[in-house]
């Protein structure tokens, strides 16, 4: 099966995701590929799902919670039912402006299909006159937007024409003095080059090499049984950069697989009824996957 390319959309209430979907959409309609929608709303009816509107669009709505907690495993559930069943070329996800980056890349890659997709990017949208004024907010919204910029590939800086010059300095200088690997482009309802975009890349393939971005994605697929003791001497030494691991592993005395997670330092184990498909996902920021994925070789000699 082709992989899927994958861009999340993240951004303040506001801020310009919707708009920007609308001109990618366009984009896809104009080049044909075969595309979906992830929307989420926290609310139980959706707002923006009218603007969807291409025939050739499959679109999945995900009401009444985050995707980055509370409904994480109904959009698992989508995720697998849309790469089976519509086999789609991209995906867009739209989250809620509630959503913390991390916890939304966290969400998407399932072990059971991470490695079908193809992480492009998150691409984050900023008011610009609300950020002049962020201090004015409370102290989880000031710290939830400088993460959905921290974390970002490609930031736009919305509502340009209702900013001065030294304004535009300010915001670029501050922007990317929290971000300075992702491009930081200053701009009206999201306006923006649908080049530039594609040419966005986060994920490390099973081949990884070092990168330059920040936050970056890597699959593992073991091949065989390995040594609990082992591995949790590798979780050990694991930098403090790694923000997730999920995904399945099969110790050397079970015959069947054990559901790992690992956040914050925390390993947790579940034993599993069925054989599943032995694929690790991690998550981490400024990490050499090249030599995770040796010391994960080795685990299986």
């Known amino acids: 099966m082709k992989k899927a390319e994958v861009y999340i959309l993240s951004g303040f209430l506001g801020s310009g995701k919707t708009s920007l979907l609308k001109q990618l959409l366009e984009d896809e309609h104009r080049t044909g590929r075969k595309t979906a929608v992830m929307m989420n709303e926290l609310g139980k009816v959706s707002i923006d799902s009218d603007i969807v509107d291409e025939e050739d669009v499959t679109l999945k709505e995900l009401l009444g919670g985050c995707i980055c907690c509370s409904i994480q495993d109904k959009l698992e559930a989508q995720m697998q039912a849309l790469l089976v069943e519509e086999e789609p070329e991209v995906i867009y996800i739209e989250t809620t402006g509630a959503a913390h980056p991390v916890e939304v890349l966290d969400a998407i890659l399932s072990p059971l299909f991470a490695d079908k997709l193809i992480i492009k990017g998150i691409i984050t949208t900023v008011d610009g006159t609300r950020w002049l004024v962020r201090k004015s907010l409370s102290p989880q919204l000031q710290q939830l937007i400088l993460e959905q910029v921290r974390h970002a590939d490609y930031i736009l800086v919305n509502k340009l024409n209702e900013l001065t010059e030294s304004e535009q300095a300010k915001i670029t200088f501050e922007i990317q003095s929290i971000n300075h690997n992702a491009r930081c482009l200053l701009t009206n309802f999201s306006q923006v080059s649908i080049d530039q975009l594609r040419k966005l890349s986060v994920s490390v393939e099973k081949v990884a090499q070092p990168t330059h971005l ?88």
Do not use: C
């Not at 005395?253 to 790992?260: A, G, I, R, T």
């Not at 998550?283 to 994925?293: A, P, Q, R, S, V």
């Open 214 to 301: 920040n936050l970056t994605t890597f699959v593992y697929q073991f091949e065989s049984s390995i040594s609990q003791t082992e591995f949790e001497d590798f979780l050990k030494k694991l930098p403090d950069t790694i923000y997730r691991i999920k995904g399945y592993v099969k110790f050397d005395f079970s015959k069947l697989p054990f559901l790992f997670q690992f956040s914050y330092g925390m390993p947790l184990y579940m034993k599993e009824d069925m054989n599943m498909p032995l694929n690790l996902v991690f998550i981490g920021e400024n990490m050499d996957w090249n030599g995770i994925k040796m010391q994960l070789e080795n685990l299986e000699k």
